[in-house]
């Protein structure tokens, strides 16, 4: 099985988007590293969720469905 990524996108792929999402700590430059490996035809979207990474802490983010609300933003 070959392990390289594809060069172009896949069958209806064109507009491919990943969102890299960190986990608990941390931020967005977790993925500095990641990103150089994506296929020029993926969108890679590293974001830092509010109050880490250097984001500001926001206060109407008080549950799991209020991150999940904001991320989708």
């Known amino acids: 099985m ?7 996108p896949p069958t209806g792929a064109a507009q491919t988007q ?3 999402i960190h986990g608990n700590g941390g931020g967005r430059y977790r993925f500095h590293r990641c990103q ?3 296929p020029p035809w ?4 590293p974001i830092s969720l509010p109050g880490f990474g250097g984001e500001p802490k926001q206060s109407g983010i008080q549950s799991l469905a209020d991150m999940a609300r904001w ?3």
């Open 71 to 73: 991320v989708a933003q």
């Open 2 to 8: 070959d392990d390289t990524l594809a060069e172009t």
């Open 42 to 45: 993926l969108q890679f979207h």
């Open 36 to 38: 150089a490996y994506a």
């Open 18 to 20: 990943l969102i890299a």
